[in-house]
């Protein structure tokens, strides 16, 4: 029996995907400072939101946590769903005494590529208490720096933000040109991502 896990991230990304500096160029405007910089920075935040949840993944490193009721029954891996994965920051669990406990690192390791935390030769996970987010994972996925986005996922968010200043009011979206290069952007990336 698998056991349910949810998620969430609890600490936001310090970085954006992309610079003002890239939008402002992809928007044919001057890189000096101009009173549209706010509005384009939360275009790029609006935009960055969109590719997240089109694609659930995130743009850039973030902290999630990854929680559930109990360990996995037997030496199961425990699947993270977010990717890329860079590290695990801990993996925190009650114990039968509803005393909060650490794991110690030395039991686990974890596999970036598959996104699985997977128990070390002849250990085992601990007996957690079973109750609400009685297993705690925490971990970094995304992109580790801006410099580290894959350009795709950069372009993808540059044609977000580039569409709604063109068409500020969503007058001309439906099948427009931005969208449909932005859907198979999409597309691609959910393909080679479940593909992996």
Do not use: C
């Not at 977010?82 to 114990?95: C, H, L, M």
């Amino acid at each position: 029996m698998s056991t349910p896990w949810t998620v969430r991230r609890t600490i936001p990304p310090v970085d954006r995907p992309v610079t003002l500096d890239q939008v402002k160029l992809n928007l044919r405007l001057a890189s000096r400072p101009m009173p549209l910089d706010a509005e384009i920075l939360n275009a790029i935040d609006a935009a960055t939101e969109q590719w997240e949840q089109d694609t659930d993944n995130p743009a850039i490193a973030a902290t999630f946590l990854h929680a559930a009721f109990a360990f996995p029954v037997g030496p199961s891996a425990v699947q993270l769903s977010k990717r890329p994965v860079q590290s695990i920051t801990e993996i925190a669990y009650t114990d039968q005494d509803g005393s909060p406990m650490v794991l110690d690192p030395s039991i686990y390791s974890l596999d970036q590529g598959r996104r699985q935390v997977y128990l070390q030769f002849e250990q085992a996970w601990p007996i957690a208490a079973v109750s609400n987010e009685a297993v705690q994972i925490s971990y970094v996925a995304g992109y580790q720096s801006q410099s580290t986005v894959p350009r795709y996922v950069q372009r993808a968010i540059m044609l977000q933000v580039h569409k709604w200043f063109i068409d500020p009011g969503m007058e001309f979206t439906e099948n427009s040109s931005h969208d449909i290069a932005y859907e198979r952007l999409v597309m691609k990336h959910l393909a080679t991502f479940h593909a992996a």
